[in-house]
Structure formats: C-alpha cells, structure tokens
C-alpha cells in the first residue's frame, strides 16, 4: 500500500512533539496539523502512532526508540534528512553494508520518512 | 483503511471507554484528547496478563507499559530468569558461558510490569481469567507467548531419552544446553555426536546447523579426531544453505556429515533409528518436532493443523478466542516468516500497539511491519545472517514479504560477528527494559 496516497503524513506529528523546530517549514506545518485533525480525526489517530510502529522494528538492533549499545549505530537524536539520505544510499548500493540495503529495501519512502521523522525527534539516553 | 477489527469487540470495563470506543468515527478529536489524559495517571485503562517471559512475552509486557501509559501489565514466567536460545549454541562451543545468555526481569519491574514466578495451569476465556500455582489473575486482555512444545509421538523411546536425561534437546536454553554440553565435554576423542533435526516448521531455522558448526568448532580444537553427524529430516538444509555447506567445506571439513531425508523413527540407548540404518551416536541430540506450547492447547486454541494458533496479524488476536492474542512460535506462522526470537519480538510490538488502541477504543494499525534478522556463528567469530521484511497486505490479511527485500549474507564475516553479539544486547535490552 502506497502510505502517501492516504493523507499528508505531515499532519501526523503530535503537536507536543519535541523535536527541534527547524526553520520556518515547520512552524507552517505544525500550524495546520489541527485543521487536518478536525478533517480526518480518526485517520489522524492511527497516523500519530505510524513513526512510532515503524520505528520499533528498528530497536532489535538499534536499541529502544534508536537508543543503540554495541557496534550499532544510534538512531536516537539523528537528523531526519541524514537518515533518509543514508537509508536512499543503501537502497541504490551507493552505501556499502552487511545488511542494510537488504532490510532498507523493505520500506516505501513514505515509511522511510516516518522513520526518520521519528527518531529525528528522540532524545539520545545519557550514557 | 480498517478503522476497527471487525472481529474485535468494543473493549469492556468503564462505560466511558465502551462509550468512547463506540462513537470513535464521530467524536474522535474528544477521543483523543481523553485519551492523552489517560496516559498521564488516574485508573488504568485495563489490565493486561501476559504469560511467557520470552522473546515475544517480555517485549509486550515492556512495550505496553512504554506506550500504554497507565496499562495494568502483568508478567507469569514460570522461570527466574530469561535465557536465551540465541546465542546460546555458542555455549555449547564452549565459546560463551550461560550467564552471558541469560538475563533478569529486574529492569521489567522498574518499567511497571508485575513480574510473578508461577505456572499457568488454565485460561478461563469466559471468565476473563487466568489460573496459576500463584493464584488467578483477571484480565481485560490476554496474551499467551509461550513458545513451542515438543511432540514426541510417534518417535519411539524418545520421551522416555529425554525423561532420563540420557538424550537432549537443548531446543530451550538453560539446563538442557548446560547438559547437553557436559555430554560433549565427557565424550572421548574419536566420538560421534549426532543431531536430529525436525520437518519444518520448527523454532529457529538456521539453528541446527549453527549447532553444528558450534559442536564442531568445539571438536576441532579439543577432540579432533571427532565426528558432528547431522540428521535432517528435511530434503536439505533449511536456512542459509549455501553458507553453511561453505563454512562446513572451509572450517570443518572431515568433522562434519550431512544426511538429508533423515527421519526419526525411534531412539534406543544413543541410537537414532532412521527409516533404512540405525546411527550409533556417542551423544545423540534430537530436536523433536514442534508444536505450539502447552498452555494454548489447553486453552482450546490451538486451531492450525492441529499445532499451531492462528491469529489476526492486524492484532494478533486469536482467531478462536476473542481478548486471547498469541505471540510469537505458537502461531501459525504468515508465509516466509520464520518462527525465531527477532520475529516474536516484532509481533509483540505490533500487539503492544493493537492492545492499547484497544483498550482505549482507537482504531488499530492498519499497516504493520515486522522485520526478522537471524544471524548464525559459523566459528567463533565469524557468522552469516538471513533477514527479511514483512508488510501487512490487507487484501490476504496476512504479512507479505516485500519483493526484492532481504537476503543473506555475501559471505561469512567478522564484522557480522561483531553485529551478532550487539544485537543480542540490543533485544534483550529492548525487550526485558534493561
């Protein structure tokens, strides 16, 4: 199922989110996140969980909300725009890797950017 | 979009949930807003009993309690400690200890989850209610993780072999893989020890031939003029073939024979009688075949080819029993998803998520994804993995591995040896909350 047919997936972020405010792109749409909440509430009440549940089919390698030990990279805290550029290069081969440009290739872009958004906006755990 | 699992009944307990959850569509921006309240204190918004302190048990127990807010959670484990099957034929190699596979419920506690050493002994689905050595424990909904039984029927002599110690399994870690060891250490030089392997579907697939290369590893420095002899009862390695029969070429050619089509029919001392030759092991380890565990057969649940539980993969309900949800090697495995500890871990995300939505009259997610890794030591440091990617296809209603998605490795590697032991770190944190 194609993710970015159904809804701006924008509009999903909880307005309580506390991910960094970067530039005046998301203060325009964190503004309309309620209209699109009154148009669609129930769509907007599976959607706000979408990141969340994509994301923790991360944390068996990567940690609990990207919060990695060990050789794995930690996703907690990293900039979405990194990510989704990392997670582009393993799909196309263009980064080299044991197994992620097998499990990359299992998302839709629009899932990809769920993902990112999400650990975009987690905190990285004290050490 | 499935807005509400029409086989899920609107969820009971406070009429202002059953009042929420029926008039969702209509007043959901009020939905929502209570239900943040929710999250923040006040009355749970129901209680869950999770029984099995596995993979797929402890990670439900611990994501309910990390995305439910206020969810009544609590854990039956019948045993003290969680230890884990992965990683652990590597104690068998003498290359890891048991205390490196196995972990406490501690960390469960401090997330909130009623951890109680006990044993089920019935589930009362109309009573809403389970029975334990340790008293019953009420439900809104349950969830049974229990993993796999064996059955040893129709083999025989081996309940009797395993009843007396004399033949292990070592297909649940703990005792059995110390014991199992023990044999290994006290068998002379120039010893045979043989593995059983069942038809699949079984519990982790490539397992039986990571034994191998572990035994063997094991063998080649300490007993060499010794033999690994595996019995597969299947037409071929089941998992990762190519790998292992290069690793097998590479490290431990001479130590290790493959048979495929190799039935049990009976066991006798430390003999495995097949259907045209008996093998004289001086170890034998049979694998038996495989069921779902006790405690969903007698919960009259078990509605798959008599073995395993079939369930929705939207929530992971049973589809016999309505507020019973299944997790992990009991079900009836969707195509292409084999039954291991990566993939138990991922379904209890997808159930943590489908309980909560649930319990407070949310819709559930429509598309859920789970991802399984299987990484498996070919010697010590070196290992393969496979992986696969799984989306939900609401036409089947069933996980569908994505076309071009997953694989396996290149070749055995040191860096996924690496990655091995850090994902056991990383699940068992992820799923036991410390």
Sequence with gaps: ?127 | MTLHNPNTPAPRGTSRRRILGAGAAGIAVGTLGLAGCASMGGAPIGRVVVVGGGYGGATVARYLRLWGGNVDVTLIERNDTFVSCPISNLVLGGHKQIADVTRGYDGLRMAGVKVVKAEVTAVDAAGKKVRTSAGEFAYDRLVLSPGVDFMTEGVAGLQAALDSGRVQHAWKAGPQTLALRRQLEAMPDGGVYAMCIPLAPYRCPPGPYERACMVASYFKTAKPRSKVLVLDANPDITSKAGLFRKAWADHYAGIIEYKANAVLREVAGTTAKLEFEDVKADVLNVIPNQRAGDIARSAGIVNANNRWVGVNWLTTESTAAKGIHVLGDSTLSAPGMPKSGHMANQQAKVAAAAIIALLRGEPVNATPVVVNTCYSFVTARDVVHVASVHQFDAKDATFKTVPGSGGVSAAANQIEGRYALSWADNIWADALAG
């Excluded at chain 1, 060990?70 to 393993?90: E, I, N, S, V």
């Design chain 1, 1 to 127: 199922m194609n993710l970015a047919d159904r809804r701006p997936r924008r509009a999903s972020r909880p307005a309580g989110s506390t991910r960094g405010l970067r530039g005046l792109r998301g203060y325009v749409l964190l503004a309309a996140a309620p209209l699109l909440a009154m148009a669609a509430p129930a769509a907007l009440a599976q959607d706000a969980n979408l990141g969340r549940n994509l994301a923790a089919t991360c944390a068996n390698c990567h940690g609990t909300n990207g919060n990695a030990r060990g050789d794995m990279k930690p996703l907690a805290g990293m900039a979405a725009d990194k990510m989704l550029a990392m997670l582009a290069d393993f799909k196309s081969g263009n980064q080299p890797a044991t197994i992620m440009h097998q499990i990359a290739k299992g998302y839709s872009d629009a899932q990809a950017k769920a993902v990112a958004d999400y650990f975009a906006a987690q905190k990285p755990a004290a050490k």
